[in-house]
């Protein structure tokens, strides 16, 4: 792609919108359409798009394949660790309400909002390594 400087050009300036709309999805979720998977799967798409565009070496470069398995693992443990909160909390696992004893609802807002964080985390983890590791398959032939 280095031929196409139209294309480059126009990728550097909309992969940053595109994370920042992944954002978006991503806190606005319980209000709108939306959530973790969504947001996820947008931001993986910002990382694939530069791939595309700009190839492998310089994708692995700006989102080490070290930091895309820390997204995976901490979305996971995000996820997981609510749960086991809200049972530590004297709750059933993924039961919101105990995490704010004074008013329930606000921890069932809270819960859902920590649980779809650690989706989206992990979804865009996930989808971003997959795509790499055939990106870096494919580069190697």
Do not use: W
């Amino acid at each position: 792609m280095n031929e196409f400087i139209l294309v480059r050009v126009v990728v550097k300036i909309m992969v940053p919108f595109i994370l920042l709309f992944a954002l978006y999805v991503q806190m606005h979720g319980d209000y709108g359409p939306g959530g973790g998977f969504q947001a996820g799967v947008i931001f993986a798409t910002g990382i694939i798009v530069y791939t595309i565009v700009f190839g492998i070496r310089r994708a692995v470069e700006a989102v080490p394949m070290s930091a895309v398995m820390a997204m995976v693992c901490c979305g996971l443990i995000l996820y997981a660790g609510t749960g086991f909160a809200t049972m530590a909390l004297g709750g059933e696992y993924l039961n919101y309400s105990v995490l704010d004893s004074a008013d329930p609802v606000h921890g069932q807002h809270a819960g859902i909002i920590i649980i779809e964080l650690g989706v989206g985390i992990t979804v865009a983890g996930v989808l971003t390594a997959v795509f790499l590791v055939f990106a870096e398959r494919r580069a190697r032939r």
